[in-house]
Every structure is written in structure tokens, then in C-alpha cells.
């Protein structure tokens, strides 16, 4: 079905025109004041997606950020590129018309844990089986911050919140298993406080053609502090965060003492490593064909508090676009034929 | 035609072909109306099938039909009463038979009348026999029987045969009315072209009904339906929803611009979304989404990127997309919401026709968010309709409803061909950037109020919009009072601004001295007029106007209700035009109202506003 | 209070308390609105906080206020513009000032005034010292400071201590107007119970605060508003939200049915989901759902199984919900739909109020579906509108749409309480099954026309139900023409002969002789009366209604429309109610229009209805 | 947080009243004339659920059919219970507010492919992350019947439908795994030709605790004919059907020849079966905690035309569910306090 036309079907900014100069950060950022809480963790995340901007080297006026609507989804207007602050969890179809129609742009769609999983749920997982060449960075602080601290579909169980004052009895999505079930073709997590992860992140999920989902853990310090503490204070997180590199052995801890090997169930598991079982060590193939063992990383952070979480790359795969698809066949279907043919069919008939 | 047979002339036929869903009748009718077409008339055709997919064969509700009414002058409807009823088993006979006119033709395939048949559907004796049908003309015929006759030499399965019985019946009808059967024949050799023993079957069954009339004793008389004389040019027949589909595609070449259609399959909408899917060619992308919402979502994200989005739907998905049409609004982006009305409330009655969504498209949003409202008023109309949608969508950056409704959908008409090169441009002008000036993307255009539309990709336009109240100018965020209310009055009046560039309503008054004005929306337009002409051959004095813009109305409009001295509003709904005229001008506007799923009759539209006549001294 | 002070008397004053969102302002204003209604004024409070969650400290996008209003007479709004101004930083004070009387009075604390933040919000020059506040009396107090001395011995942070500043802005505001303290030390020892230095700084705090005016030279003069003359009874203070989950908890246990909520938070609406989430106790389930289509639906789905489905939300909620309530139109189960409304179009102003979801509520789904729209008019009231809105639900077997709104919902004043043994119980009059007829599920009762209603779990009344087009009486899919046009007026029928039960519209018109009728619905019953009031103080008159039911509107509202010259509608949108009533009744409604996210301001109404009155010559 | 109360926490039709006397699979047919066309698959699920039902041995009236809207959704009216025909998606949402309300019902949802997983694919995500206890049967013939014909979140790409001239473009859903994704418990599959299997899961199904899922496929003859001939086809049949048995190597084939072992990566693959490798066979176990080798099972089962399948009960494990916990922190609530007492609340005061 897929035939060769010479079009972009690369990497994921392919045909979008690059910048004519080296770019600053103060390029990305627009007049607009900020208005989060202070402490919020979308600040740092700003930042960072400002300062990694220039890297991309891209026209700005050929990015576009498309937002639904939370506390995350004011992103967009703190960036000098084109921007569209929706309406609450359709981003990422708004998004899907726009990347569809353009490939001369770089899409990016911002959303809230809520924006995505509660209300926007099914457009997230068909833009993900569709593989619409855009990026979404889904912001996860395991509430509903912009309505005042109701629970979401990530919070843990029993989460006590205002709308749950005898604690909330739904069990919470994994995003990360999710998008693996809805055919992702790129999954990656990556922390809000740790600027550089989060660039590398943000520059292989741009890279990515298709769509790409980011899981950034943000914490709000408002409605949900300390959400992340554990992979977050210096004391624990060397345990807790647990670093994903295609290629290499999925060790982590102070001097690589802990690693994730495979259990005879078919899942994960986390184990100390000496000598005796290094060679067991699982190696992270972010490109296997099969999403099976990137399911298994994805279940080792559970629903309750958050103790371990890998970050970096899941699954990275490459599957045909279906905005490049759609676009080949509109080249294949070659040129317009007359109008007038078209309206006149094949049965016109006159009246002299 | 031989001299065997005697003829007779008429003005006007209505013809009904009825059978089960797997009898191919909707076939049938399509190919009888392009014969009719062919030779020459006018004509106005009306299916009408299931709800269900292929209900059990040989129930009522498997029943699916197909009514052409054609005629020596220019009709407006698909008539009311059949004249010749054609009846492929006891549920089509049963089903449709107190629709024929008394003293109709009723020509039903006698094969199919078995015991079991019959009871199946409740007759307690065969009505082919018992005498329940003298008031009509019955021709019982063995048409399975003839087909399968006629088809042996092709070496056909009985079953695969006795399916040429449609073409039997087609062969047959077409002789009684003079039809020219070679268009059929030139169609059924390109249909089965892969499949000759098929197509020779249908062939030869459709050759041999038309010598069947010809020569059996039992059809004494053929008739006459002369051609219509109907203004010069080019013709085609054309159902709405494909009159629709083009409009669309026109719009997009008028304006330049890449269409993209963001739909969810939907009855009776379901066909646009076919039929555009088809013409990539034209720059046309169709999206079948995962749902409502998420169609009209991306088609405002195409907009937002410069294409003309549009959407198609019927009644529950346009209740869907009310959300996302508000964010239109507030966006000012073109956007062309296209809803095919269907019976309601929630489902309904899916594959039915009605114009109950006004209201809604008027208010079914959040907010003071005005949207204009465009009808089609015929089938070939859809055409014109949708360009009108779609001008006034680019010109003024807003989304537009432009409504449909089951009947015109799938009814058909003969379209009088457009000269594409004198069809208007649509202007899109887009916004361009000016290194002086800051670029405000809430500045109005002083005429149109329209704002600037600049998709991404222009160095200098970069800019953030969203849902939330925006400055007048700057378009940033405002949560200032006054601003508030100035927006949402600079919306409501650029909407109601468009009325500057519509036209005025016009009215029919032949001789401008009636006293009752009938005023109508959409696919009513047929059977209103087919209403007034039956008062005016009475002798009566009445007027008629309809309306193609239902938001803005038209400028003149209040001045023509008040020149009346009554004001009559045929719907299909309970009276929701009814309800803006009456809000908007303090006009006591009466309604007529028939909710049905069907069109309204032209003889009950005729004699209801004849007695209004009678009553009122016209 | 000492007599080293004088006293003063008034009959009425507004107090703005205003802060950045820290400052604890509407904890403040809760307080203090408290202790008045202890002190035994009427009152009437208005809250007013950022969409932002926390916007920056000192910005003016950052600042929330909260005002009162109370007098020694019933009052009926929070008062146009404040007397009295608490301004806690340079934000809060340029973000007020402009509202403040003529004359009034300033109290800031002076700390905040900081060149840094000045230029933050945008002051060239400080104001406390440029003169540009000479129009009234002002008075920069270091807040900041003599809280942190008052609180010293606490041990707190300078952070921490800094806090309570709040409380001394409360202790010296109750001082001035002579409010009593008691209470609010008794709250601060509940509340920060785990925290006894917390506790204690905030008592001490609010303490030197009300010694600090007692003892200061520069207040001069406090001030003496005695106790209203109310109506003897039992009082509380109460928001529309809080009273609205009261009144769906009283409908659940006037009716006996269990109560379940689906919602999904949107603003203002949540807290009514925060409210009902505490009352399992009573019967009440909530839940949170995936989205406003899941809340509903599954309200719905809790009707159909035996309990009061509720379902709550804003505008944008609203849109999505319709394609659900039309199902609820069809099934003919009640359910009861909350809308606060909130600013539109779209995202709009989700913190303000407004009026603009009205016609969405009569039209916002597709085909005819009525649907009865109730609306409280008050803050306390929202507890008998949700009842009634509740009853109507069960007893005509329909979904019902109450409207509330931001002001409303946040706005408080006191509560008359109800004697619950007083309170018209509701009869869900389930069915029961009867083993020698056969259960119709679309049978009729004659005199409400209501269908029965038998949830799952009867031997016998098994049934099937769904949206497509029922027969009358068996409930069986029907397509059926002359089935569906019964049907559709059948439903619209129901909805009308609510009427029946609904009382007559009263209208005020203190002499009988009124050209001049205000007629309004909604938040707006406050600012109107206040007008009204105004006008007729100024010698004029004018009559004023006020509806609780938007369909069907009572019987007798076409006559009384009729008996005055003219119809004023004032509105919080661009004529919603006006339009209705227009088309109803054919009268030549004038609206008066103003969407700013805010309510009326007395006094301007009551400015409007004297030029008017006077042109009138009343 | 979970408490024992002596509440329905057992199987799913625990709570659920059953009949008086044995029933008869006509005690289950309504007087509706069922309206699918000739030879629909939907006829054979209708039997085996007539037939069924008996054995549940349930009060007719305690069970409840919901269905969304589609030709698979007509089916609650041909059934003599309690019923109720919603709208477009919405089934498992309605579903959720009766199952919630009322433990002594048995809750059944008929829903299509699109009904499900396209418009509806939120919902029932979220159902099955809260395991509200209801049976979803999924019935999969990949495609939109009811509106004549056009493809389907699960239709293979390249599919020709009306909307799709030139070949669809999306990769489609996997039911299973999406549903793996979101946290199920209770995953299975089933076909419509195969009473004996249909029941069998069935019954498994409706014993569960929670949301069950269950995809059947179903043969459209109008618009979808044969896309499961592979697994019907008695010449292919043997080697394409793969059925799942709890504690039982996975063999199929005739003889069992073949069979699934687990690959190096992660995933699981089919080999065919001799004594070398006989004891490399997966054991299926449906209870394992870790849902990874049921994704790894559902993979086997791409998005082209169906060549192989495995059928059964992939996954079945316990967990609370959301309308048990409800229920249980309505209990926990205790009696009603008087409703004069919260209208006065703490400050009220008196005017004499
Ligand atoms: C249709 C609609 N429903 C509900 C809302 C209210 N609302 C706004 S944001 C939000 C949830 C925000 O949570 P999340 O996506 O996690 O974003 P966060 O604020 O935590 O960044 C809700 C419920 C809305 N704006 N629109
Ligand atoms: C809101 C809404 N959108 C669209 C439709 C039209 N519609 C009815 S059923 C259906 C899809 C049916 O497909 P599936 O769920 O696979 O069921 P099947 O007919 O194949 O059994 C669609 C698009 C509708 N009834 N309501
Ligand atoms: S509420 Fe939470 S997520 Fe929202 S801005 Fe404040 S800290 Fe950030
Ligand atoms: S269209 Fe297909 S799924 Fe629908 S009833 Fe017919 S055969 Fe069955
Ligand atoms: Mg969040
Ligand atoms: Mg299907």
C-alpha cells in the first residue's frame, strides 16, 4: 500500500523548514506572563521545552502547539510559535487535522493527566494507532489541578481529595500501558525536574516520526506535593529511577548495584546484581518489534505511589504515518480533473 | 412502439416500485429515473428504505421502495399518491397499497403471493383474490416465473435467475410510460461487466418485460408523458447528498483552498463522506474519525492550518459537536458543520426525514455563540447551499450550519448543470505580515468584522488563541468586563452583518394582492409550492417564500411578513421557524406542522391552504 | 466597645475584602460574614476569585476578593460598590479602587507597598503617598508588621506569623463595624486544632487586630448597623452550591429514592460534587466520571435501575451532555441536570457569571425534545429549585434542567431553614406488575401523561427500552408516521401540562397600577428587586416578576405579560428569556442586556427603571 | 481500604437473586421479530446467549441487557429481560450507574466494534479500569455494520470500504490488548460459530467479579463476509484456532502440533511441537498478576485478515470492584444522621 514519492518519511521533522540562523530561547518565549502557582512543576518543564527549542533548529513559525485544557494546557502561550488552547481533551484530534493537512509542521500537543486519560481518553489512543506525526507531552501530576485538586485517572487508590473524602476506589491507568495496548508507536517518561533527560526525551519524540507520547511526571505542589518525592529526593531516587538506554543493560542504583531482569512469568523484575547474574541483566531494546517486554517495564511502576519508575525510552518503532499516508494518496490520486467533468457525470444530458 | 396498442396522453405519473431489501428496487428506481430523464421530463424521485440493514426477507419491515413522479411540466415534488404501484411480494403490496391512488395500477408478482408469504405478513386470504383490490387496476403477474424463463439460456441458478426479476419489472414499466431502454442496457453491460451471464440475464429480463407489455393482452393501453419544457442547458438527475458532496468540492476549488472533511458515519449524512472520500484529486482529504467530536476537532485543526474544514452529520452528532462549534466561534476560524436531519429525538428515526435540528443548530452551544444557519431547499440546491456555506464560513472566519434533511439527501431532481468558470470566487485573504505593525489577530475587518486568518507557517503572524475570552485586537487572554461584553457583541454582530451579503427574500405573489404569505425552510420548498400552485388553480390568491438563510435572516424579511395579513409556516417539527419568526418580528406566524418522517403531501399542503383561502376571502 | 470612641449609625454597608489568592481573603470574608449574621443582619456576599489557581504573588491576575453586604433591613444583592475596601497589596488595591464609593473608605496594608511591587502591577508612584487616593479616607496601615509583633511569641517563621495577617485585617474591620468576635476564635481553634501555634497566632492576630481599632487614633469612629428585622425563625448562612446539594439530598429522602450523581468537575459546578461526596450517609452515591457524556449517562443508567439520576456541570458540560438528555427525552426516566452556568462561549470566563445557557437548555438537542427548565434565584433558594426540579423529574418521568449559576454558586446570604416534617414529600410511584394485563411500559398516566417507571428487579414488568421511535403504549420500535407524530406531540404535550403543577407567576406591583413590568429569572431576582426598589423610593412605579419555571412557563404568564404597557427583560446575555417570551406571547419585550461577568449592579438597574418610568410618565 | 462486610466480594453474580425453577432457553426470548440479515453471526451469539442463560439460573428480572447502538446493539430487544437500547458508545457508561446502584442486578453490555472502540473506546477503558462488575460482550466483525459498511477501528489496513476507496490508512486496535492495557481483569475471546466455546466463556464471564471483557468475533455476510474463514474454514481451522486453557500447555493444531513457547525477546511465538521441545510449551496461566504474557498472546493475533487466533480466557484475576467499594463506603457511612441536622448545620442561629 505504501509506495515510495520521495515523501518525508523520515525522521519526524522531516519537511519542516529549518530556522535560517542559530535561534536563542528568548526566540520561543512570548510576551505573555506566566501564570502558574509558584513551584509548580510546569515551570521547569517550560524552561526546559523553551531552552531545547532552539536545538531543533526550526522555523518558528513552523511549530505549533496545540493544548486542551488544565493547568498544563496554558503551555502554549508562553511559546512565540503558533499555538491553539483548545477545549478539554480534544487536542490531540484538533492536532491530528492540522498535521494532517500540513507537513510542513512541527505539531506538539500539551495535556494534563486528566486532559489525556479522563476526558480525552479515545482521541489519545487513536492518534496513537493512527500514528499521526505529532509529539504529546503529557504532563502527569496525578490530579486535576486547574479544577482545584479532584483525583484523576493516575491518582492511587484510596486518594482522599474533594471529591473523595472517603478516598477514591477506581483502580488508575497506567499511561505508559496504555499507549503500548493502543498500538503506540513511541512511549518515553521522563521527570520534570531533570532538565536534561527531559531535553534528550523531547529531542528522540520530535525525531520520532509518528506519534509520540511523553510522559512527564510534574509535580503540584498545590494539590498533590511530593507526588514524585520518592524518585525525586536525593536519598531514594538513586533506587527509584530506573534509566532506559537502547543498547544497554537496565542497571540503576548507587553503582549500578540493582537491575531488571525478566521473571519466568514473562514479566520484569528488579533484583540486586553481583557477579552470579549480570549476564541476566536485561537489555532495553527501545526498537523491538514486539511490545510485549516494554508492557513489562511499563507495570513496573503500579498504581499506588510512585516508588520506581523507568524513564527514558520504551518503544521507539517505525510504522507508516497516517498523515503521510493520507498524503500519498493524495499524490497518487493525481491531478484534478476538470470541475465541470465532475459535476457533469457520465448521464448529462440538453435541453436545446 | 407498435400500433397494436393503443395510447394514452398524460400530464403526470407518480410511480412507486416496492419489494423486499434484497430485490434491488432502489436499482430499479434509479434506472427508471434516468430513462425518465433521458426522454425528457421532469421528475422528482423519493426512496425510502429500512431502518434495518436486510431485515428477514418477506416482512414489512424489510420493505424498501422507490417512488418517481415525472411529468410534461416542472414539478416540485415527488407526489403524493402513486399512480402505478409496483409490488414484488406481499409485504411491498401491503406495506404500500394504501398510498395508491384509488383507481391505480397495481402490478405485483403473483409468485410471490404462496400461503406462507402471506401469512407471514398477516393476510388472512390473498388479496389477489379475494377482491380487496377492485378498486385498483391489478395486474397479478408471474414475474419470477417470466424471468426465470426468459433467463434459462444463460444457465443462471434458479436463485441468481429469478434476482433478473427487478430488470423484468424495469423492462415492463418502461414500455408502459414510452421509456428509452438503452441507457439501461448500456448500464447493465458496464455493472456486470466481469460477470456476462449476469449480465446477459439482466439483459434479456429487462428486454423482456419491455415485450411483455408490448404484447401480452392484459396491458391494453401504453401512455404518453410528453417532455417537460424546461430552459435550455445541460442536464443531470442528482440526489442532494451528492449535489452536497460537489458543493463542497467547488468550494474548495473556488476559494483555493485544500478541503478537508473530518466525519463520523452517520445516517442519512453517511454518503457525503463517501462521495468526498472519492476526489483526492481535488484536494479533498476525508478523515473517518473515532467519533463526532473528534471530526469536527480536526476539521477546525485543519482550519486552523488553512484548509476549509468541514463536517458532516445528522441530529445526534451535531448534539456532539456543539462544544467544539463554540470553541469555532470563539476561534473565528471557517468551519462548515453540515447536518443531514433526521427524525428524532436521540435515534429516532435514523433513515427518515425531518427539520426538527433549527433550534438546535441556532442554540445547541454554550454561551451567546452565534452561528449562521444556510438550508437546502432540493435536492440540486444542496449544491448552491453548500457554497453559500462555505463563502460565508471564509469570508466572515466563522462556522457555519448548513442543513440538510433525509428526504433531500436521497431524493433526487434534475440539477441544471453550472458553467463552473461563472460560478463566484470565494475571497480567502488570507493575513500577511507587516514588519511594522504588530500583528493583532483579533483585528476586524471594517465591513465583514471578520478577523484575520493566518495559519501557521508566516514568519511574523505567530500567535496563541484559545477558548478563553480575548481582548478586542490583541486577541490575549481578558477576563475584563467590559471587554466581555463588547465581544460578545462584536460576535453577534458579525453575524448578523452577513445579512448585508445575502439576498433579499423574494416572494411569489403573482399578482401581489394575496393575503396569506407561506413561508418555509428547506425540502419543504417542493411540496409548499406544489401547494400554493393547487390554491392558485383553484383560484385562490397566496403567496410563498422561502428561506435559504435562517441566521441572519434575509434584510427585507420583516417588511415582507408584515405586508401579509396572515403568515403560514409549513415544518416538519413543531413549529421552530415558527418560533424565530414570531421572536424576532412579532409576527403571529401559524404553523402547519407534520412530523412524520415523510414530506408533506402536496394535495394536503393544497388543501390546507385552500381552506385558509376560502376563510380568509382570498 | 469603649466610649473613648464615637459611634456612628448606618442602615447598610459593603465591604470588599481583597488580597492576593494567598491572602486568605475568602476565609476572611466567610468570617466576617459570619459574625454578621450572628450580629443578625441581613446580608448578601459575592465572592470573586482568579481562573488562575494560584496566579503569582502580587500580580493583578492573582488578586481574589470577597464582598458583603449587610444592612438593617432585607437586602437582595451584595451591594454595588464597596464602602469600605481592605486592599492587602498594591495588586488588590489598583484592582479595586475603581469600585470603591466616593468618599469610602481605604484600609491597605502598607508593608506590601514596596517599589517592587508597585512596578509589578504597574503604579508609577506609590498611591498611598501621590495623593491619588485624597477622594477618600485612607489608611496605610504596616499590616504585615504588627502581625508579625502580635504574633512573636508563637514561634513562628516569619512566613508563617506574616500569614495571620489576615485575621488582624478581620479583627480591626470587625471592631469598626462592631461585630461580634467570639465566634471566629471559636472556628480558629477548630480549625487549626492540630496546629496550636498556628492557632494561637491567628487568635492573637485577629485579637490585636480588634484592639488595634479600639485603641488606634486614627480610627475615629466605628460604626453601628443594627440587626435587621427579620422574619423570626432559624437562620444559616448559605452558598447556592451548598444549597443546592441540600436540596438534592432532601429529594432523596422526600422521594425515598437513593440518589446518585455522575459528574465530571468543571468550574463553578464542582463543588456541589465536593458537597454530595460527604453524604453517603443519606443515601447519596457520587461519582466521578470519565467525562460530562459518562456523568450523565450514568445518572441515567442509576434512573433506569430505580434511583434519582443527577447529573452536574457548566456550559461546555451542558453542550456535551445534550445527545444523553435526548435519550433521557425518549426513555422517559427522570433525571435531574444541573448547569451552573458559567461565562460563554466556549472556555469563556469559567470563574464569572452569566445567564447564556438558557436557550441551550430548551434547544440543545437534536429533534423535538422538550425538556422542563427550572432556575433558583438566590443563593438559598437553590435549595427549593433543586426540589423542585427533583419533583418534576420523578413525577412526569423526564430529565429536567436546573440552572444555577457562578454568582449563585459562590454568592451567599441567610437561609430561612426549612422545618423538614414540612417539606411535600415527592411519590416515585413505581410500577407494579399485575399478572392479568400485560405490562405496557408506554402507557400514560391520564392526568400527568407520565409513563410508568419499573426499574429492573419486578417479575413482570421486564421491558426493553431504547432511543429509536417507540409505539405508543407497548413501547415497541415503531416507524409508524402517524405513530411518531403522536409520539412527538405526546412528549411535548407532557412537558406542557407541567404547568398544571406549577403555581400561578406573582407579580409585585405594590398598588396594582404599574405600566412598567420587569420580569426576570434567575441570579438576577437580587439586583432587579434592589432596582425596583430604587425606583420606586425615587416616586415611580413599576411592577416586577420574577420566573422559577422557563418551561413550561406558569398559565397565567400570558395574561400578566398583557396587563402592562411594557416588558422589560433584563438579562446576563443578549436576550435569551426576552426572545422566548416574544415568541410565546407575541409581546414586545425589551431586553436589558449586559454580559460582563458580573452581576447587576443595583443602582444601575434601578437608574435604568427610572428613565424608563419617567419617559412612561409613572 | 477495603473492608469485609459480608458484602458481595465473590463471584460476579454473587447478590444476584436466582430463579425459583429451572428454565428453558424460551424463558429468554422476547415476542420482538429479531431483524439481522440472513446468515448475520449475531443470530448464532443470540442462541448460545438464549441457551445460556438458563444455566446462570437467575431471576429473569435481575438481569439486565444494555447495548450501545449499532446492528449488535439491537440485541437486548430479543432477549426477555430487563433492557435498555442507549445511544452511540455509551453502553458501559449507562451500565456503570446501574451496576453501581444495584448489586442484586446481573449487568450485561452488547456493544460492536465501533460502538466500543470507536466512539465509545473511553468509556470503556474507564470501565475497565474501575472494574465496575458488569460482561461486555464485544461483538468484532470489523466493520460498521448498521450504517452500511465502513471500515472500523479494527478493520486490517488497506481495508476498500465506502469511506475508504483507496484502502484505509490506520493501523487498527487490538481489542485485547488495549483492553490489557487499561487494566482489565477479565480478558477473553470467543467466535460466533462455536456454541460449545461462546458458552464456555460466557459463563466464565458472568462468574467474574469485575468487567469482563469479551470480543467475539462475529461474521457480517453483508459487508464483512469471511474475514474469520481462516478460523473457520475446517481446512485451516485446526492451525489457526489457538485455545487458551488455565493450567494447560498451549498446543493446537491437529494433534497438537504446534504450539507457544515464549521468545528471547520478550515475547511468545509458535513452533511446532515434538518431544524436543514439548517442554518449552507455555503453561497458559489466566491468573497470573503480571498481564504481560496475556499481551504477549494477544499479539499473536496482528491487525491483517485473522490467520490465527487464540480463543479462551486470557486473563482473570481479582480485584475489587468500583461499585462493591462504593457500595462498601455507603455501608461504612453508617445511618442516615437527621436531614433537619444538616440543613441547620453548625452556625445556624435564631431570629425570635
Ligand atoms: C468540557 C469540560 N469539562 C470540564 C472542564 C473542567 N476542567 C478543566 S481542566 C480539568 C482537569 C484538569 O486536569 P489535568 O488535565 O490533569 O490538568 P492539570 O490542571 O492537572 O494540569 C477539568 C476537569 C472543562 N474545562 N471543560
Ligand atoms: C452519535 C452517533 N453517531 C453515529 C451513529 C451512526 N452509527 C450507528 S451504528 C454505527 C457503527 C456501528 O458499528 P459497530 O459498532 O461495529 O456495530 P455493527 O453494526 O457492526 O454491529 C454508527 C457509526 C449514531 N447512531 N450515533
Ligand atoms: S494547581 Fe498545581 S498544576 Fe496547577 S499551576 Fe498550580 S501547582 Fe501547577
Ligand atoms: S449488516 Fe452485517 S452485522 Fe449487520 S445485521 Fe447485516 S450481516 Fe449482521
Ligand atoms: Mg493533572
Ligand atoms: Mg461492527
Redesign the interface.
Known amino acids: ?1 505504501s509506495v515510495d514519492l520521495g515523501m518525508p518519511q523520515g525522521h519526524g521533522l522531516e519537511g519542516v523548514p529549518t530556522a535560517d540562523g542559530p535561534q536563542t530561547r528568548k526566540d520561543f518565549s ?1 510576551d ?7 513551584g509548580c512543576g510546569d515551570y521547569a518543564i517550560l524552561a526546559a521545552v523553551q531552552g531545547f527549542m532552539p536545538e531543533l533548529g526550526l ?8 493544548s486542551g ?1 488544565g ?1 498544563a494546557a496554558r503551555f ?2 508562553y ?12 487536542a490531540p ?6 498535521a ?3 507537513a ?2 512541527s505539531v506538539w500537543v500539551v495535556t494534563g493527566d486528566g486532559d489525556a486519560l ?6 489519545l ?2 492518534a496513537l ?3 499521526v506525526n505529532m509529539t504529546i507531552l503529557l504532563f502527569n501530576n496525578r490530579i ?5 485538586g ?2 484523576s ?1 493516575t491518582s492511587e ?2 486518594k482522599v481529595t ?13 499511561p505508559l ?7 503506540a508507536t513511541f512511549v518515553a517518561r521522563t521527570i520534570d525536574s531533570d532538565r536534561k533527560h527531559l531535553t534528550a526525551v523531547l529531542s528522540a519524540a520530535a525525531r520520532h516520526r509518528g506519534t509520540s507520547l511523553v510522559e512527564i511526571y510534574q509535580n503540584c505542589p ?1 494539590f498533590n506535593d511530593g507526588a514524585f518525592d520518592a524518585i525525586k529526593d536525593p536519598e531514594t531516587r538513586d533506587d527509584a529511577i530506573i534509566p532506559l538506554v537502547h543498547g544497554e543493560p537496565i542497571r540503576f542504583g548507587a553503582d549500578g548495584r540493582l537491575g531488571v531482569v ?2 519466568p ?4 523484575d528488579i533484583v540486586e546484581v553481583d557477579e552470579s547474574n549480570a549476564g541476566d541483566v536485561l537489555v532495553h ?1 527501545a526498537h ?1 518489534t ?4 516494554a ?2 517495564l511499563s ?1 513496573i511502576t503500579d ?1 499506588g505511589a510512585v516508588r520506581r519508575a523507568p524513564i527514558g525510552v520504551f518503544r521507539q518503532v517505525e ?2 504515518t ?1 498523515d503521510d ?2 498524503r500519498e ?2 499524490v ?9 467533468a ?4 457520465p ?6 | 412502439m407498435t400500433a397494436s396498442k393503443s395510447t394514452e396522453e398524460l400530464t403526470r405519473v407518480v410511480i412507486r416500485f416496492a419489494g423486499d431489501s434484497g430485490d434491488g428496487m432502489q436499482l430499479t428506481g434509479d434506472r427508471f429515473t434516468q430513462e425518465t430523464a433521458d426522454f425528457g421530463n421532469d421528475l422528482s424521485t423519493l426512496p425510502n428504505f429500512p431502518a434495518e440493514i436486510r431485515a428477514p426477507a418477506g416482512t414489512l419491515p424489510g420493505v424498501s421502495s422507490f417512488q418517481i413522479h415525472f411529468a410534461d411540466y416542472d414539478i416540485l415534488t415527488p407526489g403524493d399518491h402513486p399512480d402505478v404501484l409496483i409490488a414484488m411480494n406481499p409485504a411491498a403490496l401491503k406495506a404500500n397499497i394504501g398510498d395508491l391512488q384509488a383507481g391505480g395500477t397495481a402490478i405485483v408478482d403473483a409468485h410471490e403471493f404462496t400461503d406462507r408469504n402471506l401469512k407471514r405478513v398477516g393476510y388472512e386470504s390473498n388479496p389477489l383474490e379475494d377482491g380487496s383490490l377492485s378498486d385498483y387496476q391489478l395486474h397479478a403477474i408471474d414475474l419470477t416465473g417470466l424471468t426465470v424463463g426468459a433467463v434459462e439460456e444463460f444457465g443462471l441458478s434458479r436463485k441468481d435467475a429469478s434476482r433478473a426479476k427487478n430488470m423484468f419489472a424495469l423492462g415492463l414499466v418502461s414500455w408502459m410510460f414510452g421509456r428509452p431502454i438503452d441507457g439501461s442496457i448500456a448500464f447493465l453491460g458496464k455493472k456486470f461487466a466481469g460477470a456476462p451471464a449476469i449480465r446477459d440475464a439482466n439483459v434479456a429480463a429487462l428486454r423482456t418485460g419491455y415485450n411483455y407489455g408490448e404484447t401480452t393482452e392484459s396491458f391494453a393501453v401504453s401512455y404518453v408523458v410528453k417532455p417537460a419544457v424546461i430552459p435550455s442547458g445541460r442536464y443531470r438527475n442528482i440526489t442532494g447528498n451528492t449535489a452536497l458532496s460537489y458543493g463542497i468540492v467547488a468550494a474548495g476549488q473556488l476559494s483555493g483552498l485544500q478541503v478537508f472533511l473530518g466525519a463520523y458515519p452517520i445516517t442519512p449524512a453517511s454518503d457525503i463522506l463517501h462521495e468526498l472520500s472519492k476526489h483526492k484529486a481535488f484536494g479533498v482529504t476525508t478523515f473517518q474519525a473515532e467519533d463526532e467530536i473528534a471530526g469536527v476537532g480536526a476539521a477546525l485543526g485543519a482550519s486552523f492550518a488553512g484548509s476549509l474544514g468541514v463536517t458532516t452529520t445528522s441530529g445526534p452528532g451535531l448534539a456532539l459537536k456543539g462544544e467544539t462549534i463554540g470553541l469555532g466561534v470563539m476561534l473565528e476560524l471557517p468551519l462548515v458543520v453540515i447536518d443531514v436531519q433526521r427524525g428524532g429525538p436521540s435515534t429516532g428515526l435514523p433513515t427518515k426525514t425531518e427539520q426538527s435540528d433549527l433550534l438546535q443548530a441556532m442554540n445547541g452551544r454554550n454561551g451567546e455563540a452565534p452561528v449562521p444557519v444556510v438550508a437546502a431547499q432540493s435536492p440540486a440546491d444542496c449544491f448552491d447551499a453548500a457554497i453559500e456555506a462555505a463563502r460565508i464560513a471564509i469570508t466572515y472566519r466563522t462556522p457555519v450550519i448548513l442543513l440538510s434533511d433525509g428526504y433531500l439527501a436521497n431524493g433526487s431532481e434534475p440539477w441544471s448543470l453550472p458553467d463552473v468558470e461563472s460560478l463566484p470566487r470565494i475571497e480567502p485573504g488570507f493575513a500577511t505580515a507587516d514588519p511594522d505593525t504588530t500583528f493583532l489577530p483579533y483585528a476586524r475587518d471594517p465591513q465583514t468584522l471578520a478577523r484575520p486568518w493566518a495559519p501557521p507557517g508566516i514568519a511574523g503572524l505567530e500567535h496563541r488563541i484559545g477558548g478563553l475570552e480575548k481582548a478586542d485586537g490583541t486577541g490575549d487572554i481578558s477576563y475584563d468586563p467590559a471587554n466581555h461584553d463588547h465581544m460578545v457583541r462584536l460576535r453577534q454582530a458579525k453575524v448578523d452583518g452577513i445579512a448585508a451579503s445575502i439576498p433579499e427574500v423574494e416572494v411569489d405573489d403573482p399578482d401581489g394582492h394575496a393575503k396569506i404569505l407561506v413561508i418555509g425552510w428547506g425540502s419543504t420548498y417542493g411540496p409548499i409550492g406544489a401547494g400554493c400552485r393547487r390554491a392558485r388553480l383553484a383560484g385562490h390568491r397566496i403567496a410563498q417564500a422561502h428561506l435559504r438563510h435562517l441566521n441572519p435572516f434575509p434584510a427585507n424579511l420583516g417588511e415582507v411578513l408584515a405586508a401579509y395579513d396572515r403568515v403560514i409556516v409549513p415544518e416538519m417539527n413543531l413549529g421552530q421557524l415558527r418560533s424565530l419568526l414570531r421572536a424576532t418580528y412579532l409576527v403571529d406566524a401559524e404553523g402547519y406542522n407534520a412530523v412524520r418522517g415523510m414530506p408533506f403531501g402536496a394535495a394536503e399542503l393544497g388543501q390546507h391552504f385552500i381552506e385558509l383561502c376560502i376563510k380568509e376571502g382570498e
Request: aromatic content about 8%; overall charge neutral.
Open positions: 500500500m512570548s505573555q506572563e506566566v501564570r502558574w502557582c509558584p522555523r518558528r513559525e513552523n511549530i505549533v502547539f496545540i485544557i493547568c502554549p502561550y511559546l512565540d510559535t503558533y499555538g491553539l488552547h483548545s477545549i478539554h481533551g480534544r484530534a484538533i492536532a491530528t487535522g492540522i494532517t493537512t500540513r510542513d509542521l479522563s476526558i480525552g481518553g479515545n482521541h489512543i487513536h494507532r493512527r500514528n486535576y489541578g486547574l479544577t482545584k479532584q483525583y485517572p487508590p484510596g474533594k471529591s473523595t473524602p472517603f478516598g477514591s476506589i477506581d483502580a488508575p491507568l497506567n500501558s496504555l499507549a503500548l495496548g493502543a498500538e498545590i525478566r521473571t512469568g514473562g514479566g520484569v531494546d523491538a514486539d511490545a510485549t517486554t508492557f513489562a507495570r498504581g510504522r507508516p497516517y499516508l493520507s494518496q493524495s497518487l490520486a493525481g491531478e484534478a480533473p476538470s470541475l465541470q465532475l459535476l457533469d457525470g448521464d448529462a444530458w440538453t435541453v436545446a
